[in-house]
């Protein structure tokens, strides 16, 4: 993690304002040193090419299972509420400190500190992987949890100063209208097996003059295009032009048009001012783009000092970017454009261990801690907030899809039990499972400018390492003598916001405990919100011991189907309790939305061939646990998801000598160096558990195996 953290000066977004001040070679690590990093990086499922002959050799019965994504794309459904502000779709282009890091690997690792993950997935419409490859595939942990939670994956076409052979990009076949493009349709078929949802493409670097032809590089981008299909996405980066210069556009013009519009979507650079925007808003209008189509960039890092000469600059020129990126997303949505944010992990990178803290002032509007150290010597100055923090003005999805829904609160960033840290994790107290964060609730409310007196419910994560990952809601109380019994004691908390139907054809399940039974007064019920209409169901607070489950027919009223009604809400109230001090109140497990149909489906699913594999040789020697699975069953509903990797499984659970170890997402998982170690030459049960996209366990088989030496 330090090594990570010592480039957080070095390494920036796409593009800052200074890459000409540095030298063009490339003085990284020697072909042979890249080679062995790419030999071992693809054990950890990551796939890149820092060449075009890397590239141009691509096959896919060469790729290791462990590259590929498993989860499909869970597509959102249109919200048809009515919104109180504008709002921007938003695009993550995430670059953290040259990615590709040890902690996004497909096997779980230690961790002493939280690091980035992004919480605020409900607020994203799309993330962009970037690393300094000439191609580079989203890691698929990263491209599984953004596909469960709606949001597109992409991953990033890099052509920089120091690029060789760039000429072989557009290498073609063919003449007179039918010309075709290798690499379109390599890349497209990158996209497709790997499972991810396209590309930015990034051209720092001008053609040779005596080959250039606008009209060239625009038929690729077509051909790209049709290659990645209609379901995947390709966006153009401000930075090349039509006449062959690098030079940014900051907006949409003329100057990039043409390949804006052969891709579909623009991201501009992010130097921009509100006079460029609106000229945008007029290009696109003039030339048939959809505004939504046009992302603005936003510099995270534009609000640090810097030594150079001209300052780093983004909108607004003063203060805009870290803590105020906000302001121009609110721009930005006032303007019916979209918002493109560069470098998200900005509050990792730049506060080492308070990046969570300084991610809710970000995302949320808290209030900046006030013992903060950052380098640029006054944190509290140079990062003051100016109410500019990105939720309220980014477009909030409905979590699932019109028909599917499941979470179970996993977080990407976990802890486990005494024996896991010792003999799995190396003695850490976290562990990394960026595969396997599912959908989280809206963001707690802050406390309003009358919290002295007005108490209200907040939820957190929480609990002991061996419990199952949950969400507590707690009850937030204020100061004694400010809130009296005589006051309206009803209070609520919105979690999920749904764009659903509901004639009754699905069917919620929920998962959860009440947790103060002794206090005979308290009533905690989940809401539900349909349109014109809401709903309680009462969660008993005096039942037994131990999680209780609750399930119900979603329908808006208990006549006939209504085929318009929607099913738009779901929260947590709470009436009878007063007093001071924070109170945890209910512990929520899991929530599940499914066609009704789907229940009752007979499934017959089976895990078995469970066996151990000495892979590799040198330094790329391992072990791995391998398993085969099958189902046979009817696959009638279409609404749920299925994977065409590991079909009606999301996942399968891990578990050796009687310790989770992982989560894995194909029918293989590494075993840690330290883990092989430790149990070579022993018999030891190994127990594969397989979970449904809907949190239910369709099949599970255990067996004894000799370890062996290797």
């Not at 060449?51 to 919200?79: C, G, H």
Request: net charge negative; proline share 5%; with cysteine.
């Amino acid at each position: 993690m330090a090594t990570l953290l010592a480039w957080k000066d070095i390494l920036r977004p796409i593009r800052d304002g200074y890459r000409h001040f540095f030298p063009a070679p490339d003085t990284g690590p020697s072909p042979e040193e890249r080679r062995k990093r790419r030999e071992q990086d693809q054990l950890k499922g990551f796939t890149y090419f820092d060449t075009f002959e890397q590239l141009e050799s691509w096959d896919a019965t060469k790729v290791d299972l462990l590259q590929r994504a498993n989860t499909p794309l869970l597509p959102r459904p249109a919200y048809a509420g009515v919104e109180a502000l504008p709002k921007a779709n938003v695009l993550l282009c995430h670059d953290y400190a040259g990615n590709y890091h040890d902690y996004e690997s497909v096997q779980q690792m230690g961790l002493e500190d939280e690091i980035y993950a992004c919480e605020y997935l409900q607020f994203v419409a799309i993330l962009v992987y970037f690393s300094h490859k000439l191609v580079c595939v989203p890691p698929p942990t990263w491209t599984n949890t953004l596909h469960r939670n709606g949001v597109k994956s992409l991953g990033t076409i890099l052509v920089e100063p120091q690029t060789k052979d760039t000429e072989r990009l557009l290498q073609r076949t063919g003449a007179n209208g039918s010309v075709t493009f290798g690499l379109a349709r390599q890349l497209g078929n990158i996209a497709k097996y790997h499972g991810f949802d396209g590309f930015i493409v990034n051209i720092e670097k001008p053609f040779a003059k005596d080959e250039w032809d606008a009209h060239t590089l625009e038929a690729f981008l077509l051909q790209l295009k049709q290659e990645l299909g209609d379901d995947r996405e390709l966006i153009w980066y401000d930075a090349l032009t039509v006449g062959n210069e690098v030079r940014y556009q900051n907006g949409l013009n003329l100057n990039n048009l043409p390949f804006a519009r052969a891709c579909g979507r623009l991201l501009t650079n992010y130097c921009w001012t509100e006079d460029q925007a609106r000229d945008s808003v007029q290009i696109a209008a003039e030339y048939s783009m959809p505004l939504e189509n046009v992302f603005f960039g936003i510099d995270v890092w534009a609000q640090n000092s810097t030594a150079f000469t001209h300052p780093r600059t983004t909108y607004p020129r003063l203060g805009g970017g870290g803590t105020n990126t906000g302001i121009a997303v609110a721009k930005l949505a006032e303007l019916g454009l979209s918002a493109g944010v560069f470098a998200p992990a900005w509050s990792y990178e730049h506060f080492p261990g308070r990046g969570k803290e300084i991610e809710r002032v970000m995302w949320e509007g808290e209030a900046l801690p006030s013992d903060i150290y950052c380098s640029c010597g006054n944190p509290i100055f140079r990062h003051k907030t100016s109410g500019g923090c990105i939720c309220p003005h980014s477009r909030l999805a409905p979590a699932g899809s019109e028909t599917f829904f499941f979470t179970d609160f996993a977080r990407a960033i976990a802890s486990h039990s005494g024996d896991e840290r010792e003999k799995v994790y190396s003695g850490h107290t976290r562990h990394s499972q960026i595969g396997s964060q599912a959908p989280l609730p809206l963001p707690s409310p802050l406390p309003s400018a009358d919290e002295g007196r007005r108490p209200q419910l907040i939820h957190c994560f929480g609990g002991p390492a061996e419990e199952p990952s949950k969400v507590v809601i707690s009850y937030r109380g204020c100061p004694a003598n400010t809130f009296t019994r005589s006051e309206e004691m009803s209070f609520s908390i919105a979690l999920y916001r749904f764009a659903m139907p509901a004639d009754y054809s699905l069917r919620l399940t929920i998962k959860y405990q009440c947790l103060r039974k002794d206090i005979i007064d308290v009533t905690p019920s989940l809401y539900l919100e349909f349109t014109g209409h809401r709903q309680s169901l009462l969660l008993s607070s005096h039942e037994s011991e131990g999680i209780h489950t609750i399930e119900t027919r979603l329908g808006a009223s208990s006549s006939a189907a209504d085929t318009m009604a929607r099913f738009e809400e779901l929260g947590v109230d709470l009436q009878g309790f007063h007093g001071t001090g924070t109170v945890a109140i209910l512990e929520i497990y899991s929530i599940g939305i499914a066609p009704e149909v789907h229940h009752n489906n007979p499934h017959q699913h089976s895990i078995q061939g469970i066996h151990i594999v000495h892979h590799g040789e040198g330094e790329t020697r391992h072990v791995r646990l391998r398993w085969e699975h099958a189902e046979n069953y009817e696959r009638s509903v279409r609404d749920v998801p299925h994977s065409d990797v590991t079909g009606s499984f999301s996942h399968f659970i891990v578990r050796m000598d009687g310790m989770q170890i992982g989560r894995a997402y194909t029918r293989e998982y590494i075993l840690s160096s330290q883990l092989a170690e430790a149990l070579a030459d022993q018999e030891v049960e190994v127990e594969i558990i397989g979970v449904g996209f809907d949190g239910q366990t369709l099949a599970c088989q255990k067996t004894t195996l000799g370890m062996g030496s290797g």
